[in-house]
């Protein structure tokens, strides 16, 4: 099979689909015509989202007696340096002093309640990890797993079997909905994308609480089954270039902001590691859009 013709699946674009078919499209199939890049958005949530998970992701590279020889916070400092001002989307200092005072907190919370990030952490060998959600259908799921805790054997409940954790972080304000599909790709992927079984998944909500909040494991066929289901819904609308918002012509909040790029009521940021053209969309910044681009 060809990956490169495959449908790639995420967590991130089958959430767009499915609140909106038409930010689906403007995030992950539009490229710009004069730039031929694809389109991106950064705000001020995604801004503190990306910094704070880049500190702790980086922790699981080191091994578990110097992880926390330096400080979270000066790690903090240096990964937020690439999202201040116009970088994270942010309109005005205040703003940012907020959100970078909100990932301060977090991290200083989990300095003091370490838990499983002292303990032997696994690593995917990929820089985006993937594999084969089903070859008749030419789809592939990929996705980055933010932690995977190893458990020994006599620790992970599953007899004469080492195996690993799941660790979702969060770092926003709500929980995540019940009908979120981010285990069952997680579980999927870590199934799938390294060789020890997964006995555990939790999410931290480290904006709030101590310790992570262990979930119940999705079924692995189910969950395949249901993704599989989403990958020939997207590969249909893809075949009739049908990428409707559900609120029709006046658009909704997730293709919206998508569609002030498209008409110029956005600032371009640069150009993400990806390749894409990053846009913010915030107040202060509309109407400049002319003068940067």
């Not at 704070?52 to 790690?75: G, M, Y």
């Not at 310790?211 to 009739?240: M, N, R, Y």
């Not at 029709?248 to 009521?265: A, D, F, H, K, M």
């Amino acid at each position: 099979m060809d990956k490169f013709s495959a449908l790639w699946l995420s967590h991130s674009s089958i959430s767009t689909f499915k609140s909106c078919p038409r930010a689906y499209y403007l995030a992950n199939i539009y490229r710009d015509p004069h730039t031929h890049h694809k389109l991106s958005l950064i705000s001020p949530p995604l801004a503190l989202g990306a910094a704070v998970h880049s500190v702790l992701e980086s922790l699981s590279r080191l091994p578990t007696n110097v992880r926390f020889q330096e400080s979270l916070i000066d790690k903090f400092e240096l990964a937020w340096s690439h999202m201040t001002g116009l970088q994270g989307g942010f309109d005005s200092p205040e703003t940012e002093a907020h959100y970078k005072a909100r990932g301060a907190d977090m991290l200083r919370r989990v300095m003091a309640h370490p838990g499983p990030l002292l303990n032997k952490a696994v690593k995917i060998k990929a820089d985006l990890p993937y594999y084969w959600l089903s070859e008749s259908d030419n789809l592939i799921l990929c996705g980055k797993i933010d932690w995977l805790e190893y458990l020994p054997s006599d620790a992970a409940g599953i007899s004469g079997e080492d195996s690993v954790h799941i660790i979702d972080f969060k770092t926003g304000i709500g929980e995540e909905k019940i009908e979120s599909l981010q285990l069952p790709i997680y579980h999927l992927l870590a199934h799938n994308c390294q060789t020890r079984p997964v006995s555990k998944a939790s999410y931290w909500y480290i904006a709030r609480d101590e310790v992570p909040l262990s979930k119940p494991l999705p079924d692995l066929d189910s969950s395949t089954s249901h993704l599989i289901k989403i990958g020939k819904e997207i590969k249909l609308a893809k075949s009739l270039s049908r990428f409707k918002c559900p609120l029709g012509s006046r658009g909704c909040n997730v293709c919206t902001p998508y569609e002030q790029i498209l008409s110029g009521e956005a600032t371009f940021v640069g150009i993400s590691s990806y390749g894409a053209d990053v846009y913010t969309t915030g107040k202060s910044m509309q109407g400049h859009s002319s003068e940067i681009l």
